[in-house]
């Protein structure tokens, strides 16, 4: 019998990442199975229920498609099917927990009290450890977790609780693949290209990366040999990721929005804001503590994927809720290059675009820069002169509302 992975949130992007990593680790080692649950919907289990959970993956690059077929996820299951849930927790055969659930998940949905029931079924039938990696993108989300999963845990049993602590590993990592909704063109080329109509193709980009953090209570896929990195400490992988990758992306959202572009492909191509995006990433790098050669590498990556125009990664999207990433993508690399009177105009410009886009106001501004105390006042005058230059500039775009400054 295969080793089992069961998944919770079987989403596209599980199925472009996690379910890609283990298929592709089948062929060096022996095989695992994934059991996938979806979160919600009903409609996502019997849609990859059709083909038993195989599906079309289209990888799309700069110079075309390709495609492959993921075997990987054995069964899918509707997410309220308790029975078929406990049962594969409970399985000796399950050795790991995966999640993607979304930030939302950990907090307000029913994800930390079905986890707890199945751990609770698990050690009922003695089935010995299990390890739960989260795959979504937050900060130490195997320890995030471990905390709501251990709460709920608690309202049902203090016994189950300590078992948890004693034979479950949370363990962080991170993940990273930009994968676009699937429009009816795509399954219409699958269809075109392979004679099935495939409900179930997930669309991806050539990039992708997973780091998991070290600590497997059992058994695991043979990960490593596809491309997975484990890592004792977690912290700089993802440090690296908010601001080469995820600060990049901000900048290219606000400033792009401004002048009119739609997606990151478009904005990166203009030859201002590329210069721009180029400046902020000397400033960043000097922010992390992995070995420069790695950044360098990261850097050259992201340049790539930020120049596939067959990827529609739309700025609207990436400009959400601004308030809660820049702190933490921006503010950092904002921060040290004042402190060490380093040019800070490329991260400065981030904070100034989002407040003008988004007609913030002053109060807001120091919001977002409110953790930076010792550098609080020179990083607010680097802001304020971004905004300066793009009340004066000529956009492609009008200017929804210009930040309001004391």
């Known amino acids: 019998m295969p080793h089992t992975i069961a998944h919770l949130g079987v989403g596209a992007f599980h199925r472009a990442h996690q379910a890609w990593y283990t298929d592709r680790a089948a062929a060096?080692?022996?095989p695992w199975r994934i059991a996938a649950f979806t979160g919600r919907s009903v409609a996502q289990a019997r849609l990859l229920?059709?083909?038993?959970?195989?599906y079309t993956l289209i990888t799309r690059g700069a110079g075309g498609d390709e495609l492959s077929e993921v075997r990987s996820i054995r069964s899918v299951?509707?997410?309220?099917?308790?029975?078929?849930?406990?049962?594969t927790i409970a399985d000796p055969d399950t050795h790991i927990l995966t999640l993607t659930i979304t930030e939302a998940g950990y907090r307000d949905g029913p994800a930390p009290?079905?986890?707890a029931e199945?751990?609770?079924?698990?050690?009922?039938?003695?089935?010995?450890?299990?390890?739960?990696?989260?795959?979504?993108?937050?900060?130490?989300n195997g320890g995030i977790t471990r905390a709501v999963v251990f709460d709920a845990a608690m309202a049902i049993d203090h016994r189950l609780a300590d078992w948890i602590d004693e034979n479950v590993a949370f363990?962080?990592?991170?993940v990273d693949r930009i994968t676009p909704r699937t429009t009816d063109a795509d399954i219409d080329e699958v269809e075109r290209l392979t004679g099935i109509r495939d409900l179930g193709t997930v669309v991806t980009e050539p990039f992708s990366e997973w780091v998991i953090e070290e600590g497997f209570a059992g058994p695991r896929p043979a990960w490593e040999q596809v491309g997975v990195r484990t890592t004792p400490d977690l912290a700089p992988f993802e440090q690296r990721k908010l601001r080469i990758l995820n600060g990049a992306h901000s900048l290219l959202a606000y400033q792009g929005l401004l002048r009119g572009f739609d997606d990151v492909a478009s904005a990166f191509a203009d030859a201002e804001l590329g210069e721009l995006v180029e400046e902020y990433w000397?400033?960043?790098?000097?922010?992390?503590?992995?070995?420069?050669?790695?950044?360098?590498?990261?850097?050259?990556a992201t340049r790539t994927r930020f120049g596939n125009p067959r990827i529609r990664h739309r700025l609207a999207q990436i400009a959400m809720d601004g308030a809660h990433k820049l702190p933490v993508r921006i503010v950092p690399v904002l921060e040290h290059a004042v402190a060490a009177g380093d040019r800070a105009d490329a991260a400065a410009s981030v904070i100034a675009a989002w407040a003008v886009q988004g007609g913030h106001s002053s109060?807001?501004?120091?919001?977002?820069l409110r953790g930076a105390d010792a550098a609080a006042h020179a990083m607010r005058a680097a802001v304020d002169r971004g905004i300066r230059r793009l009340e004066g500039s000529t956009l492609r775009a009008p200017l929804r509302g210009a930040a309001v400054r004391s």
């Open 77 to 87: 299951h509707d997410g309220a099917d308790t029975a078929s849930w406990q049962a």
């Open 282 to 300: 000397q400033s960043a790098a000097a922010t992390c503590v992995l070995p420069r050669a790695e950044i360098d590498e990261a850097i050259a």
């Open 363 to 368: 109060a807001e501004i120091d919001e977002v």
């Open 113 to 115: 009290a079905r986890i």
């Open 171 to 174: 363990l962080s990592s991170m």
């Open 28 to 30: 060096m080692g022996e």
């Open 49 to 54: 229920q059709a083909r038993r959970g195989a």
């Open 118 to 140: 199945g751990l609770q079924a698990r050690r009922a039938a003695g089935s010995g450890p299990l390890t739960v990696i989260s795959c979504d993108n937050l900060a130490d």
